[in-house]
T-cell receptor, first 109, second 118 residues
Framework: GQNIDQPTEMTATEGAIVQINCTYQ??????LFWYQQHAGEAPTFLSY??LDGLEEKGRFSSFLSRSKGYSYLLLKELQMKDSASYLC??????????WGAGTKLIIKP | GAVVSQHPSWVICKSGTSVKIECRSL??????MFWYRQFPKQSLMLMAT?????????EQGVEKDKFLINHASLTLSTLTVTSAHPEDSSFYIC??????????????FGEGSRLTVL
């Protein structure tokens, strides 16, 4: 079966760095997405990785290792507004998105 | 980036009535759109894949006669919840992928529609 695993909840301090991990087992691979979702809102796109390595975009970076079925989202200089759920999703061989349950990130002052 | 517009954002209806939710790609063409449902504190669940000019593909456990999907043009897909019941109350979200020259693989999401069935 297809499976995406990520931690349920994480807590970090404002100004710090946090890494959210995601492991996956899917039927084929056409890329891995990270989305941010604030409560009651639709997810917003953060990153897309299809090749191994690190993609940096401002305070957010995303890493992918296809051989290990592993990705992480790195958030630097955390701000209170970063408190949200972070969803890892993998596009399988049929171009369907397989979603993780999301990681709720709590930022404390 | 590309824009997907979803309407209405909020809808409250009586049990037994039908509700239509629209999903439009505003500045690109989308031969495929996806419909998701999210219950409180749960992740997005794919309900169906909407294909322009053909029948939608439903995920296992989703009743196609209850959730009618029509993808009549390259920019519009509609989801109709028929004979809605309180257990259908949820957050419904559509997404679309730019299948034209601008295709990066990224999915663009609508704003979501919160349905409350009384």
């Amino acid at each position: 079966g297809q499976n995406i695993d990520q931690p349920t909840e994480m807590t970090a301090t404002e100004g710090a760095i946090v890494q959210i991990n995601c492991t996956y087992q899917t039927s084929g691979f056409n890329g891995l997405f990270w989305y941010q979702q604030h409560a009651g809102e639709a997810p917003t796109f953060l990153s897309y990785n299809v090749l191994d390595g690190l993609e940096e975009k401002g305070r957010f970076s995303s890493f992918l290792s296809r051989s290990k079925g592993y990705s992480y989202l790195l958030l630097k200089e955390l701000q209170m507004k970063d408190s949200a759920s972070y969803l890892c999703a993998v596009m399988d061989s049929n171009y369907q998105l397989i979603w993780g349950a999301g990681t709720k990130l709590i930022i404390k002052p | 980036g590309a824009v997907v517009s979803q309407h209405p954002s909020w809808v409250i209806c009586k049990s037994g009535t039908s509700v239509k939710i629209e999903c439009r790609s505003l500045d690109f063409q989308a031969t495929t759109m996806f419909w998701y449902r999210q219950f409180p504190k749960q992740s997005l669940m794919l309900m169906a894949t909407s294909n322009e000019g053909s029948k939608a593909t439903y995920e296992q456990g989703v009743e196609k006669d209850k959730f009618l999907i029509n993808h009549a043009s390259l920019t519009l897909s509609t989801l109709t919840v028929t004979s809605a019941h309180p257990e259908d109350s949820s957050f419904y979200i559509c997404s679309a992928r730019d299948t034209g020259d601008g295709d990066t693989g990224e999915l663009f999401f609508g704003e979501g529609s919160r349905l409350t069935v009384l």
